[in-house]
């Protein structure tokens, strides 16, 4: 998957069974098996797509599995730019095990665009369900002036996290020169239906300026034998205990094993 800085969204499934560059991406009857599968541009808004999608898998019992594919979009050539309002987006792509086909076993993509998608901005108009509300996916439009979205998403445990900047601040940040610096916040949704983990919508950073992109460390436990799942964006850390973590509930548990090569 790849979006270009317009928001055209690109699908490619490789062809496994050979080493050609020619038919890399053709099936056995010479089909291509690479399409646009969404076009995100706005007529009336220019957002720019500066970060690649990140892709998670979903499996639940009972549903289709699918691929979700989030990603932001800012202007990070001017992050102080305020003119547009930036939004987050998390696409349903079905047809994991290959490219989609229509009846007769042509390969055929589907496009969709911005009006394919659930608005999920007011969090009252969800939970996005792919079986009924959401059969594409959903969007999250930014709620702060000039807020954006510069970083790649981290979808770990079933969550999005990902963080925005506000390049006019917040109010609860009185570090000298903020202002200027603008401020940064923590989102963190579930991964699907795009509900929040926290008590409110996204936790305000501490530390001013453009925020990275949120990482997990696994820190082993001695007591449990397994490990500990660390969340930091930078150098603000947050343990499994505190609310800026979501992950507080999940355990892992270290795997072994012997491979005999013959």
Known sequence: FAVDIQGHVWRIDFNGETTSASDFAEDGNGQDT???IADLSDGSQFRRFYTGPTVSLSQKRGREP?????????YTAHPKDTDIVDRLYALFEFNIFGAPTDSNGDIDYTKINNN????????ADGPADPGTNAPHGFYKDATANGEKFLRPALTLFGYTLYTSYLPEGNSNDTTCGAEYLGAGRLYAMNF???ETAYTSEYIDLKHPG??????????????????????????????PDDEENPWGEVTTQILYWRENIQ
Do not use: H, N, Q, Y
């Open 34 to 36: 690479g399409a646009e």
């Open 66 to 74: 699918f691929f979700v594919i989030t990603m932001g979009t800012g």
């Open 116 to 123: 394919s998608l659930l608005d999920l901005t007011d969090p």
């Open 192 to 194: 699907v239906t795009g």
């Open 210 to 239: 453009i925020p990275p992109e949120p990482v997990a460390l696994f820190i082993p436990d001695p007591i449990t034998g397994g490990t500990k799942t660390i969340l930091c964006v930078g150098t603000e850390c947050f343990s």
